[in-house]
């Protein structure tokens, strides 16, 4: 049994899988412990479809044939570009930086970069892929919080299985393939999905260690001092 604070601490996004299928019982258990959840007013508001063999494989595909086609993602939930010369974008080009390096992609590169890019919405090859989506009754942002904590969750309780996750934006940038080959109903939305399997820990970009800014740079202490704190 892992402790929490080590199990927050060992989570990292796994971007290459094994083959092995995850039991169907396995994914079960973790949904069950994941939806213990908070969510606003107990709503509740996840719902989840969870996808493997030849339907994750034709999902794969399609997702790879809107991208070459050059699609534009348009996730049903669509998010504005990060700020130029932001602390995000420093961020977000910092974890690029250090994938790349260590799967040996030079900037230049456009071929490798390419095939990296289509890994994500290949489910980075996992044999399950979660996808989860909420009602389109429910208005944003009230049911992002749910989502968040359930998500969170999910890749923490997959960790007792040994077993690694990844959430993907790239998973759902095509909704309609979703819709299509899952059966997911047009009446949902789309939040995320999360790629889940038994992490491939000879892949280079599974060792990334991703860096986090200096707690204090990011808290402000009210009416807390070093001596009162207790
Ligand atoms: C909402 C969300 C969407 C993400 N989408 C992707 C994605 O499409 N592709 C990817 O490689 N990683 C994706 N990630 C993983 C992040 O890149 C990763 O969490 C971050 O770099 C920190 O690394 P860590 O998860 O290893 O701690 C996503 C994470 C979140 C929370």
New binding site residues.
Partial sequence: MVDIIDAIIMR??I?DFKTDPVPKQILKEILETATRAPSAENTQSWEFTIIAGDVLNTIRQANVEKLNSGASAHPDLQTKGLPPDSVYRRRQIE?AKQIFKLMDIPREDKEKRARWMKR?FRYFNAPAAIVVYVDRSLSYPRPLFDIGAVTQNICLAALHYGLGT?????GIAYPEVLHEFAGISESKRII?SIAIGYPNWDFPANS?V?TREPIENIITWCGLDDKNSD
Avoid: D, T, Y
């Avoid at 990844?166 to 790239?170: V, Y």
């Fill in positions: 990292k996004s971007r974890i994500g990844c959430i993907a934006n790239q995320i990334v991703s």
